[in-house]
Protein backbone atom coordinates (compact mmCIF):
# COMPACT_ATOMS: atom_id res chain seq x y z
CA UNK A 1 0.00 0.00 0.00
CA UNK A 2 1.70 3.39 -1.01
CA UNK A 3 -1.01 6.17 -0.61
CA UNK A 4 -4.64 6.43 1.99
CA UNK A 5 -7.50 5.24 0.41
CA UNK A 6 -9.29 8.02 2.25
CA UNK A 7 -7.23 11.12 1.70
CA UNK A 8 -4.75 10.32 -0.87
CA UNK A 9 -1.52 11.03 1.25
CA UNK A 10 1.30 8.59 1.28
CA UNK A 11 1.22 6.10 4.17
CA UNK A 12 4.32 4.56 6.22
CA UNK A 13 3.99 1.15 7.68
CA UNK A 14 5.10 1.16 11.47
CA UNK A 15 3.20 0.31 14.72
CA UNK A 16 0.64 2.18 15.76
CA UNK A 17 0.58 3.86 19.43
CA UNK A 18 -1.57 1.31 21.27
CA UNK A 19 -1.10 -1.54 18.30
CA UNK A 20 1.32 -4.50 18.26
CA UNK A 21 1.68 -5.18 14.23
CA UNK A 22 3.21 -3.02 11.68
CA UNK A 23 0.34 -1.27 9.85
CA UNK A 24 0.09 1.19 6.93
CA UNK A 25 -0.31 4.78 8.82
CA UNK A 26 -1.51 7.97 6.94
CA UNK A 27 0.63 10.69 8.20
CA UNK A 28 -2.14 13.18 7.16
CA UNK A 29 -5.33 12.19 8.50
CA UNK A 30 -3.90 9.35 10.94
CA UNK A 31 -6.23 6.51 9.13
CA UNK A 32 -4.67 2.96 10.47
CA UNK A 33 -5.28 0.31 7.25
CA UNK A 34 -5.99 -3.08 8.32
CA UNK A 35 -4.79 -5.82 6.37
CA UNK A 36 -6.76 -8.79 7.69
CA UNK A 37 -7.05 -12.04 6.13
CA UNK A 38 -10.00 -13.02 2.98
CA UNK A 39 -11.71 -16.09 3.17
CA UNK A 40 -11.59 -18.57 0.79
CA UNK A 41 -15.43 -20.85 0.87
CA UNK A 42 -16.22 -24.13 -0.90
CA UNK A 43 -17.42 -27.29 -0.68
CA UNK A 44 -16.89 -30.88 -2.05
CA UNK A 45 -20.20 -31.72 -3.64
CA UNK A 46 -21.20 -35.35 -3.98
CA UNK A 47 -23.39 -37.31 -6.01
CA UNK A 48 -24.17 -40.94 -5.99
CA UNK A 49 -20.18 -41.47 -4.32
CA UNK A 50 -19.01 -39.11 -6.66
CA UNK A 51 -16.89 -35.98 -6.17
CA UNK A 52 -17.24 -32.68 -8.49
CA UNK A 53 -14.03 -31.12 -9.11
CA UNK A 54 -13.32 -28.27 -11.63
CA UNK A 55 -10.53 -27.83 -14.03
CA UNK A 56 -9.32 -23.90 -13.60
CA UNK A 57 -9.40 -22.12 -16.36
CA UNK A 58 -7.91 -19.05 -14.44
CA UNK A 59 -4.66 -18.28 -12.52
CA UNK A 60 -3.44 -19.25 -10.01
CA UNK A 61 -2.62 -22.76 -11.29
CA UNK A 62 -4.25 -22.79 -14.48
CA UNK A 63 -5.08 -26.42 -15.52
CA UNK A 64 -5.28 -28.26 -12.34
CA UNK A 65 -8.40 -29.55 -10.56
CA UNK A 66 -9.91 -27.74 -7.05
CA UNK A 67 -13.24 -28.11 -5.29
CA UNK A 68 -15.64 -25.06 -6.19
CA UNK A 69 -14.44 -22.44 -4.29
CA UNK A 70 -13.17 -18.66 -4.24
CA UNK A 71 -13.65 -15.94 -2.40
CA UNK A 72 -16.52 -14.64 -0.38
CA UNK A 73 -18.54 -11.82 -0.96
CA UNK A 74 -19.29 -9.05 1.64
CA UNK A 75 -23.47 -9.66 2.36
CA UNK A 76 -23.19 -13.26 2.06
CA UNK A 77 -22.76 -16.20 4.42
CA UNK A 78 -19.93 -18.84 4.56
CA UNK A 79 -22.53 -20.93 3.30
CA UNK A 80 -24.08 -18.73 0.73
CA UNK A 81 -20.45 -18.13 -0.95
CA UNK A 82 -19.92 -22.37 -1.58
CA UNK A 83 -23.17 -23.01 -2.79
CA UNK A 84 -22.69 -19.51 -5.38
CA UNK A 85 -19.18 -20.77 -6.01
CA UNK A 86 -20.38 -24.03 -7.02
CA UNK A 87 -22.59 -22.85 -9.44
CA UNK A 88 -20.08 -19.89 -10.89
CA UNK A 89 -17.42 -22.22 -11.64
CA UNK A 90 -19.62 -25.63 -11.89
CA UNK A 91 -22.83 -24.42 -12.99
CA UNK A 92 -24.44 -26.89 -9.94
CA UNK A 93 -27.18 -26.59 -7.55
CA UNK A 94 -25.88 -27.80 -4.02
CA UNK A 95 -27.12 -28.15 -0.54
CA UNK A 96 -24.31 -27.08 1.61
CA UNK A 97 -24.27 -29.68 4.30
CA UNK A 98 -21.93 -29.39 7.65
CA UNK A 99 -18.47 -27.60 7.89
CA UNK A 100 -15.88 -30.06 6.51
CA UNK A 101 -12.39 -28.19 7.09
CA UNK A 102 -10.63 -24.77 7.94
CA UNK A 103 -7.28 -24.40 6.38
CA UNK A 104 -5.50 -21.62 7.68
CA UNK A 105 -3.02 -20.57 4.69
CA UNK A 106 -0.69 -17.82 6.37
CA UNK A 107 1.52 -17.49 3.36
CA UNK A 108 -1.76 -16.17 1.17
CA UNK A 109 -3.18 -14.18 4.19
CA UNK A 110 -6.27 -16.30 3.71
CA UNK A 111 -8.45 -19.23 5.15
CA UNK A 112 -9.84 -21.32 3.52
CA UNK A 113 -13.21 -23.02 4.80
CA UNK A 114 -14.73 -26.33 3.09
CA UNK A 115 -18.38 -27.97 3.67
CA UNK A 116 -19.93 -31.01 3.00
CA UNK A 117 -22.39 -30.37 0.42
CA UNK A 118 -24.98 -32.91 -2.34
CA UNK A 119 -25.10 -32.14 -5.75
CA UNK A 120 -29.25 -31.79 -6.10
CA UNK A 121 -29.13 -33.61 -9.28
CA UNK A 122 -25.79 -34.62 -11.98
CA UNK A 123 -26.37 -31.33 -14.01
CA UNK A 124 -23.30 -29.19 -14.09
CA UNK A 125 -21.03 -27.43 -16.64
CA UNK A 126 -18.01 -25.53 -17.09
CA UNK A 127 -18.83 -22.29 -15.86
CA UNK A 128 -15.98 -19.02 -16.78
CA UNK A 129 -13.36 -19.93 -14.43
CA UNK A 130 -13.18 -23.64 -15.48
CA UNK A 131 -11.90 -25.51 -18.45
CA UNK A 132 -14.03 -28.42 -17.27
CA UNK A 133 -16.19 -30.01 -14.98
CA UNK A 134 -16.35 -33.94 -13.86
CA UNK A 135 -18.13 -35.98 -11.56
CA UNK A 136 -15.09 -38.25 -10.32
CA UNK A 137 -15.26 -41.84 -8.50
CA UNK A 138 -12.86 -41.36 -5.58
CA UNK A 139 -10.10 -43.44 -7.44
CA UNK A 140 -10.43 -41.09 -10.09
CA UNK A 141 -9.27 -38.45 -8.56
CA UNK A 142 -6.25 -36.44 -10.07
CA UNK A 143 -4.27 -36.60 -6.84
CA UNK A 144 -0.70 -35.24 -8.23
CA UNK A 145 -2.83 -32.39 -10.49
CA UNK A 146 -4.93 -30.79 -7.68
CA UNK A 147 -4.56 -27.13 -7.26
CA UNK A 148 -4.01 -26.18 -3.82
CA UNK A 149 -2.91 -28.48 -0.65
CA UNK A 150 -6.05 -26.86 1.14
CA UNK A 151 -7.42 -28.99 -1.51
CA UNK A 152 -6.01 -32.06 -1.30
CA UNK A 153 -6.11 -31.38 2.41
CA UNK A 154 -10.43 -31.23 2.14
CA UNK A 155 -10.89 -33.98 -0.23
CA UNK A 156 -8.95 -36.38 1.76
CA UNK A 157 -10.11 -35.23 4.86
CA UNK A 158 -14.01 -35.81 3.49
CA UNK A 159 -13.14 -39.46 1.69
CA UNK A 160 -11.84 -40.68 5.77
CA UNK A 161 -15.47 -38.90 6.97
CA UNK A 162 -17.25 -40.88 4.88
CA UNK A 163 -15.71 -44.25 5.05
CA UNK A 164 -15.72 -43.72 9.07
CA UNK A 165 -19.65 -42.68 8.31
CA UNK A 166 -18.53 -38.96 10.47
CA UNK A 167 -18.06 -35.78 10.18
CA UNK A 168 -15.96 -34.44 12.39
CA UNK A 169 -14.68 -30.76 12.15
CA UNK A 170 -10.69 -30.26 10.17
CA UNK A 171 -8.75 -27.93 11.12
CA UNK A 172 -4.75 -27.24 9.93
CA UNK A 173 -2.18 -24.80 8.98
CA UNK A 174 -0.75 -24.99 5.68
CA UNK A 175 2.78 -21.93 5.68
CA UNK A 176 4.53 -21.98 2.50
CA UNK A 177 4.30 -21.47 -1.29
CA UNK A 178 3.94 -24.20 -4.38
CA UNK A 179 6.85 -24.55 -6.42
CA UNK A 180 4.68 -23.35 -9.68
CA UNK A 181 3.41 -19.96 -8.26
CA UNK A 182 0.82 -18.72 -6.49
CA UNK A 183 -1.05 -19.28 -3.19
CA UNK A 184 -2.47 -22.55 -1.70
Not at 17 to 38: E, F, M, S, W
Not at 48 to 59: K, P, Q, T, V
Not at 71 to 89: I, K, P, V
Request: aromatic share 8%.
Amino acid sequence: MNYCSHCGAPVELRVPQGDHLPRYVCNACGTIHYQNPRLVVGCVPEHAGRILLCRRAIEPRLGYWTVPAGFMENGETLQQAAARESHEEALARVDIGSLLAVVHVLHARQVHVFFRAALRHPEYGAGPESLEVALLAPSEIPWGELAFPSTDYALKRYLEDRGSGREPHHFTTIDRRLTAGGAS
